[in-house]
Each structure stands twice: as structure tokens, then as C-alpha cells.
């Protein structure tokens, strides 16, 4: 019995998960043909990118976005 109610219970925390990360990157991805391109300069984001961070931009593009956002939010986001 108690395996159905940590089941349950795991499920509840994944979902929790999930919508954590969700809310962390709310930014749509620019996807072209199944393909993630970087929002501001169209560059192919590696795969690799998009599953550690779930990255929309490109490495480039995203330090001047993170360095940009310093100035007004004390949150950086951090890949
Ligand atoms: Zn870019």
C-alpha cells in the first residue's frame, strides 16, 4: 500500500519539478524544422545547451542577455 502512496507522491514531486523549470524559462524557443535557433541572432543552439539549461539563445547572445539583466534584476540566470 505504502508503494502506491510514494508513487503518488513522487509524481507529485516531478510535477512540482516541472513547473519549477517551466516558470524558470518562460522564454518561447525559436524552433525551425525541429531545430532550436537562438532568439536573437537565429544561430543553431547545440543540443547539448537546450538539455542542460533549456537554452533559447546562443552562448553568446546569452552572456550579454545575463549581463544585461544584472542591471536591473539581482537573479541572474546561471548556465
Ligand atoms: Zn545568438
New binding site residues.
Partial sequence: MTDVVDRASQLEEMQREQALKANKQHEKPLVVKGVRH?L??D?IIQTQRIKLVNAV??I??QQLFDHQQKHYRKTGRQF
Avoid: F, L, S, V
Wanted: charged share 40%; hydrophobic share 0%.
Fill in positions: 537562438c536573437e541572432c544561430d539563445r546562443c553568446n547572445c
